[in-house]
């Protein structure tokens, strides 16, 4: 029996190894550049055939890496079984209690479109293709953190696979350490099939992007800082700079330009809004502004990040300017001041602290250039971050617990897009040599690893 028929024997699902039809397709990354060198694809059928495969690994010494599409996919699946969960779909609404269940398999722009009609809002990034555990399993940074904290800090419920093929849910009451790890500290503890969390009101949205050519880069930024400075939470500014492809895709005026934009979103009316943006309004020479109310199944549009796959490479750092946030401020997005933080399960710190992405947002929070490497400013976010947040990592009996269960993470951004980069937050260093206490040295990989 070769090792495909012994995979087909343990799922229902489709089951593809090296020389199938479709077998090259199908170990593909959301970004075409990454290699994925995989052994198997199995697309599961339902969260039975999750167990039943990680199961069947655990008794066979395989490793596993889960990816509904491989948004944020690092490469690092030489010879694992890739775990896809698309087919793990369906979302429910329920507006009386503000509250949404999906599957492992759904995109933000699924619950965006499912929860526009009512007024409420999940804390989704910037892109609507990215999947909503993967997302949220990093911490989730959304266009709405900074009034609503991350997306993993809204999680009620998550319903998990473990490394031997148990299934069960997990909350803060029936295991704390675990829920804790979970929200935020990357799919790194289990296998997650399907999420309870918390929606948010949104009943007005305004939000846009304003571009210039690139030669406005300085005075942009100027205003992007004295915009940041003190703005409330209900707006989120990020701050751009572009070198265009000559695509034909693009329209004609944009084909191998250089530019600079700022993307906006405001949890309120247009004319509000407008009166925070008034500085933008001063540089001349705009050559787009979408700016304008609009419904939340349209958040995506605002970036119109590619939502199919496609070859990219991105880099990003952040720049630091001495001020009153902690010597950092025009870097990093704005999150829930410290006072606000969710509550850590009982003699834990505030939970693994997020990654943005790695473009110009709102102050109060630095991005280290180097993502691994980061800490939290004075007004850290919602999950604490640096010594300030009092970090500790999961308890030895968490880590145990997982046996390196690792998945491929995926999701965005602090907001949901950048390509080939993963968007949402993950655990990661203090600046600095050493790391905080109870991270590990080296990010965990991809992988369930018995």
Known sequence: MT???????????????????GFEQARKAWNLSVDQRVRAVVEAEDADDVAALAAHAHRVGLSVAAQPSGHGASGDTDGVILLRTRRLGGVEVRPERRTARVGAGVAWGEVLSATSPYGLTGLA????????????????????????????????????????????????????????????GGGDFALVTAIEFDLHPA?????????????????????????????????????????????????????????VTVDTTFLGEEGEARALLRRLDKID?????????????????????????????????????????????????????????????????????????????????????????????????????????????????VRQRAQAVHLSREGGAGGGGLPGRRPGPAPRRQAGPRPARGVPEQPPGPGLRP
């Open 203 to 259: 009943p007005a949205l305004y939000g846009g992007r304003v571009m210039w050519p690139v030669e406005r880069a300085p005075e942009v930024l100027a205003a992007f800082r004295e915009i940041t400075e003190d703005a409330p939470e209900e707006l989120t500014v990020w701050f751009q700079l572009l070198n265009l492809p000559p695509l034909p895709e693009l329209p004609e005026f944009l084909r191998g330009r250089s530019v």
């Open 285 to 397: 020479g705009s050559i787009m502004d979408s700016r304008g109310m609009l419904p939340v199944a349209e958040l995506g549009g605002i970036c119109a990040e590619p939502t199919a796959p496609s070859y990219s490479l991105a880099r990003g750092g952040a720049a630091d300017r001495p001020g009153r946030h902690g010597g950092r401020g025009a870097a990093g997005r704005a999150h829930r001041p410290a006072g606000r933080r969710a509550a850590p399960p009982p003699g834990r710190g505030a939970g693994p602290p997020g990654r943005g992405r790695r473009r110009l947002r709102s102050p109060r929070r630095a991005v280290h250039p180097r993502p691994d490497r980061c800490r939290a400013g004075p007004r850290a976010g919602a999950r604490g971050g640096g010594p300030a947040g009092g970090h500790r990592g999961p308890s030895r009996a």
């Open 3 to 21: 090792f495909g028929d012994d995979l087909r024997r343990t799922v229902r699902g489709r089951v593809l190894v090296a020389g199938d039809e």
């Open 125 to 184: 990034g910037s892109s609507p293709a990215p999947n909503v555990v993967g997302y949220t399993l990093g911490g989730g940074l959304s266009w709405f953190s900074r009034r609503y904290g991350f997306a993993a800090d809204s999680v009620r419920a998550f319903e998990v696979v473990d490394v031997e093929g148990r299934r069960g849910t997990v909350t803060a009451d029936s295991d704390a350490e675990l829920f804790w790890a979970l929200r935020g």
